[in-house]
């Protein structure tokens, strides 16, 4: 079982940069594929990035929207897994969850995603 707790959502004005923090109350490393997820207003539950290691190597994956503005990493030692995101839009503003699920073959856009958080409001204005 883990336990993620995202934090560091705000309220911030177009163009500006957040920083997402989850932490996991266990390790997380790469046992896990980890995803960060939104769900605004009006919307389902969308993809926004994840990121797994596999021995040596560390993929990553990003919704087509925030690819070049958001970034994914993971410190492992902290079992903290952060999204950075810049130059935030009013359409980014949603509630941001954390989740995690055991190594899996499948995309990190794919699948489903076992563990989860209880999500970090993120308002953008305009």
């Known amino acids: 079982q883990v336990q993620l707790a995202e934090s560091g959502g705000g309220l911030v004005q177009a163009g500006a940069s957040l920083r997402l923090f989850c932490a996991a109350s266990?390790?997380?490393?790469?046992?896990?594929?980890m995803g960060w997820f939104l769900h605004g207003p009006g919307k389902e539950r969308e993809f926004v990035a994840g990121i797994r290691r596999r021995g040596a190597f560390t993929n990553y994956e990003y919704a087509d929207s925030v690819k070049g503005r958001f970034t994914i990493s993971r410190d492992n030692s902290k079992n903290t897994v952060y999204l950075q995101m810049n130059t935030l839009k009013p359409e980014d503003m949603a509630v941001y969850y954390c989740?995690?699920?055991?190594?899996?073959?499948?995309?990190?856009?794919?699948?489903?995603?076992?563990?989860w958080g209880q999500g970090t409001q993120v308002t953008v204005s305009s």
């Open positions: 266990a390790r997380t490393g790469s046992d896990y594929d």
């Open positions: 989740a995690a699920r055991g190594a899996s073959g499948l995309g990190l856009s794919r699948g489903e995603y076992a563990y």
